[in-house]
């Protein structure tokens, strides 16, 4: 809790600040190789962005949250979407420029691949900076990504504010080592971040290794898929399994795994329990299409981790 002039007390709140999406989804018999052709199946708009998704998986698990980013017109509904989550969108503008983008294919399997256009988000200026830390209060966890413009500045900014700042570090790029990493409580990365972030290791527990030696007081967790995660805070190391079900599309879930692990760290879950939450969170994304329409509520999250289990039909 944090407390604010009067003595009020307030509660704190996620606010992310990032990247809006308008995701466009083609289903296909496998992810095209280099200098392929292949028949797509059906093709459907959603709305995303990893800040986008984070925010919406985050308020579904529980957590009272705010965003702010940058989108054109075409991507105004990707804001009504969060906002019919409960999600406080008045943080955010949109122009007349082109909306930022995702274009994904996604394979019989689940699997998929993505091609990132950032557009309005690459617009994010300082007037957007300075919206978004109105939404800041000390003690508030702001949770970053690196899909919008400006981090430097916003991570700065986020300091300055007293606020608990988590990264997930996607896409990664070395670049990333000349902000202030060790004045983060989180660094959130899948096994891919980890290695580009590690110098070139390809072992995800190496990786974690070498992260947490290089940041002693953060919170260091690796996302490993259908694996579940990994993570490590100082001596003390954390395995969490995945939980089982049948995946129809796997995009999203590692949004929605960092959107819960943000709300159950929120609401007072240990890592152990976090962890847990936030992998039952992932696995249930892969069960529905789209991103943020196949984020799990709190219940749902809850029921899956008590059975353990979930398997599902192919629609």
């Known amino acids: ?46 709305p995303g962005g990893k800040g986008a998704n984070q925010a919406a998986a985050a308020a579904l698990a529980g957590a009272p949250v705010r965003f702010a980013g940058r989108t054109g017109r075409d991507g105004a509904f990707v804001l009504e979407a969060l906002r019919a989550l409960g999600v406080g969108v008045d943080a955010c503008r949109i122009d007349d420029g082109a909306s930022g983008s995702a274009f994904v294919q996604v394979a019989a399997d689940g699997e998929n691949a993505i091609v990132v256009v950032p557009a309005a988000n690459a617009r994010f ?7 978004a830390m109105r939404e800041v209060r000390r003690g508030d966890l702001v949770l970053l990504q690196h899909e919008t413009a400006m981090l430097a500045e916003v991570v700065e900014a986020g300091l300055e504010h007293g606020a608990r700042l988590w990264l997930n570090a996607a896409p990664a790029d070395p670049w990333l080592w000349s902000l202030p990493l060790g004045r983060l409580e989180a660094l959130v990365v899948n096994e891919t971040e980890a290695a580009v972030l590690s110098g070139g290791l390809l072992d995800p527990h190496a990786a974690m290794e070498h992260l947490a030696a290089r940041l002693p007081e953060v919170l260091v967790v690796v996302t490993l898929g259908r694996d579940g995660a990994i993570a490590a805070q100082g001596s003390l190391r954390w395995r969490q399994p995945s939980f089982e079900v049948e995946a129809i599309d ?18 007072g879950a240990d890592v152990a329990e976090a962890l847990r939450e936030a992998c039952a969170a992932g696995a249930l994304a892969a069960t529905g299409r789209g991103a943020i329409p196949s984020m799990p509520s709190r219940s749902r999250i ?8 979930l398997i599902r039909s192919r629609r």
Do not use: Q, W
């Open 250 to 267: 796997t995009v999203g879930c590692g949004d929605a795994f960092v959107g819960g692990l943000a709300a159950a760290t929120l609401r």
């Open 1 to 46: 809790m944090t407390t604010r002039d009067r003595g009020t007390s307030i509660a704190p709140r996620i606010v992310v600040i990032g990247s809006v999406m308008v995701d466009r989804v083609v289903s296909v018999p496998t992810v095209v190789a280099a200098g392929a052709t292949i028949l797509g199946g059906s093709i459907e708009v959603h």
């Open 125 to 131: 200026d300082r007037d957007d900076l300075a919206r």
């Open 302 to 309: 809850a029921s899956l981790m008590e059975v353990g289990t």
